[in-house]
């Protein structure tokens, strides 16, 4: 995998485009142009071997013979499509604009589609001088996400590389600059249109291994889902934040409760607020339990630019859920109560009437949230798609430069891609898979597993959700659209609220409440540092691999994990009086200790109270110690076990 480095990398690009020169370095002289065909070198994707570079990996992909992707400027380009199509008796089943590129139609073709046919049909419309741009559907290898490629490239430039050098390898693989890098707007990367009759793989392929650029991305349109969830009724329902019942003694909740009278994540409105972002479907911002908390945002789209609120599709109500679980006002008298209500909400629209933007729009969607808009955590209860190297280094980017340096705190929801009930077990999803994202798991109001939530090593942590879920399926209560619009099915028949949220949609704003509180009370903290707090206070709650490092826990970590410790001697040689000491760490209060016996390991006897332990031990007289602590108004508990060897009898034959 290759490395970047950064030189204050996008301040300096700002300047640098202004002034039409290199950001980092003096000016190189340019490459010349060549023959585009002479710049794809041989070994790079074919239609035999379809391929595209994420993070220096090459990602396999298969063709999809039902899906083709055309680009025109044609008013009627379905219509000149179908054109082409009837004359190789091809009827296409349905055709869509797609909303994320000006003048793209994707086509879709009849099952019975053969591989072969499709690419014919794809080479007879790029033969069409009518059409820019053609290209069958695709699915990566293995994990099956759809990809449907645009007329565009994004390519990031490595640094010191001159503006009359870009332009040249623009010019050398048919290429023509149609976006420069605006990092008020959250554009980092350039776009690059395709030459006519080229294949954009191989262009992309091309750009990705070139010693100038850092990264190319084929910029497509995939498969993303937004990890639907449903619940809550009020705060008495909202069972995740308060919750009686318990497992192993834990109680099934965030533990939020006694969170909240440390911090409810507000800033000094001089500040601005700690913002968090909402990579979603948009926001309601005038919904009355948000008090206004709701500033501009980002719409991906441009329908709305620098706004991503108010809706426009009834089912875009997917954003306000997942706002309202993180911003419900408290003791307003209405509705329930938000994770973190103190914060401010910043807007990141990356689906629109249920599609997805395009991997190099949500990828300037989270560029824009952490670099102008100064998102300090951003919740993304999305997942899916085919791997993208513009996604993965705003994320990656955004880790390490984001609060100033301190890096912000990607949240991504795991997917919801197990059916437990049908005994299957999904796994988790790009980009919750990324070292960089916190990856969110679900487990239900009894702490057990939900049918959906994903297995795997990348789950960092799991927070309470519905067992089920699916459009209006679930039991996390939320707010909804205004009005008729969205599910329309909260407590007592409130439309403008949901009892039916869930998924890991619904628990990973949990998490990212959480890290607000902690990062709005200590500022200073950097992302890692935060991630290890959150970490470290979680619960145990199993296996890794299903649970991560536990049940989020937001008042352990704001306090610190509580643990205790028992110090005194373990092996004796001599008959007497022996004391041991209790010791804690984490926590805000003074513990209460209390002490036991045993010797077999099973049967234990009650030994004292307090911080000290002392008794006489007799010779042959082997023991198991335990030391039990509680402590906090959570009644957190920790214990410690060791186990005291007595001295040998006199003239006995003792195994050391």
């Not at 980017?397 to 299957?424: E, H, I, L, P, W």
Request: glycine share 12%; net charge negative; hydrophobic share 35%.
């Amino acid at each position: 995998m290759r490395k970047r480095k950064f030189c204050n990398r996008w301040m300096a690009l700002a300047l640098a485009l202004a002034a039409g020169t290199s950001a980092c370095s003096d000016m190189e002289p340019p490459m010349e142009p060549g023959d585009p065909s002479q710049a794809v070198s041989d070994g790079g994707p074919s239609d035999e071997t379809p391929f595209y570079y994420h993070q220096g990996e090459r990602i396999l992909l298969d063709v999809e013979p039902t899906e083709l992707v055309v680009a025109s400027r044609l008013p009627n380009a379905a219509a000149a499509a179908g054109e082409v199509l009837a004359g190789l008796g091809i009827t296409p089943l349905s055709n869509l604009q797609l909303p994320q590129a000006a003048g793209h139609v994707l086509i879709t073709l009849p099952a019975s589609t053969s591989r072969a046919r499709a690419l014919e049909a794809r080479d007879r419309l790029r033969q069409d001088a009518r059409f820019q741009f053609a290209a069958v559907g695709y699915r990566t290898r293995g994990a099956r996400a759809q990809m449907l490629l645009l007329n565009r490239v994004g390519v990031s430039f490595r640094e010191g590389t001159s503006r009359a050098e870009i332009q040249a390898i623009a010019a050398r693989f048919g290429t023509r600059i149609i976006r420069e890098p605006d990092p008020s707007k959250g554009a980092f990367s350039y776009w690059l249109e395709y030459g006519p009759q080229t294949d954009p793989l191989a262009v992309a392929a091309a750009l990705d291994r070139h010693p100038k650029v850092a990264w190319a991305d084929p910029d497509n349109v995939s498969d993303r889902e937004r990890q639907y969830i449903p619940s809550d009724p009020y705060f008495p329902q909202q069972y995740y934040l308060r919750n009686e019942t318990r497992l192993n003694g834990v109680r099934v909740d965030i533990n939020a409760v006694h969170a909240w009278d440390l911090t409810t994540g507000a800033w000094a409105p001089s500040t601005g607020g700690f913002h968090i972002a909402v990579v979603d479907d948009g926001v309601e911002a005038a919904h009355p339990d948000f008090n206004g908390q709701v500033t501009w945002g980002y719409d991906a789209f441009g329908i709305n630019n620098y706004y991503a609120e108010n809706p426009e599709c009834s089912g875009d109500s997917h954003g306000t859920m997942v706002a309202g679980t993180i911003l419900q006002q408290h003791n307003n008298g209405i509705g329930g109560a938000g994770a973190a209500p103190g914060v401010v909400i910043v807007p990141i629209r990356i689906f629109r009437c249920g599609m997805a933007a395009s991997a190099t729009q949500i990828a300037d969607g989270l560029n824009f949230a952490w670099y102008w808009r100064g998102a300090q955590v951003l919740n993304n209860s999305w997942t899916g798609g085919a791997g993208s190297n513009a996604i993965t280094n705003a994320i990656n980017d955004g880790t390490a430069q984001g609060r100033s340096g301190k890096g912000a705190v990607f949240v991504f929801a795991g997917g919801n891609t197990s059916n437990r009930d049908g005994g299957y077990v999904g796994p988790v999803r790009y980009p919750a898979t990324l070292a960089a994202s916190v990856a969110v798991g679900a487990i239900n109001r009894n702490g057990q597993l939900t049918n959906y939530s994903p297995e795997g090593s990348e789950l960092d942590l799991v927070a309470p959700s519905g067992h089920y879920t699916g459009g209006c399926v679930g039991d996390v209560v939320s707010t909804d659209l205004l009005g008729t619009r969205g599910c329309n099915d909260g407590p007592g028949g409130n439309i403008d609220y949901t009892s039916t949220f869930s998924g890991t949609s619904a628990a990973a704003p949990q998490v990212a409440g959480v890290f607000s509180l902690l990062l709005a009370r200590e500022s200073a903290l950097t992302g890692s540092q935060a991630k290890s707090r959150v970490y470290d206070g979680a619960n145990y709650w199993g296996a890794s691999t299903r649970f991560g490092r536990g049940k989020v826990n937001a008042y352990r970590a704001l306090v610190g994990r509580f643990s205790v410790y028992i110090d005194g001697p373990t092996y004796l040689t001599s008959e007497g009086t022996y004391t041991w000491t209790a010791y804690s760490s984490g926590g805000v209060q003074t513990p209460s200790y209390t002490w036991e016996r045993s010797w077999d390991g099973f049967t234990w006897y009650a030994a004292g109270t307090g911080s000290t332990f002392s008794t006489y031990v007799y010779s042959g007289e082997n023991f198991y110690l335990r030391l039990t602590g509680t402590q906090g108004p959570d009644d957190s508990v920790s214990s410690d076990q060791i186990w005291v060897q007595a001295p040998c009898p006199s003239g006995a034959l003792c195994i050391q």
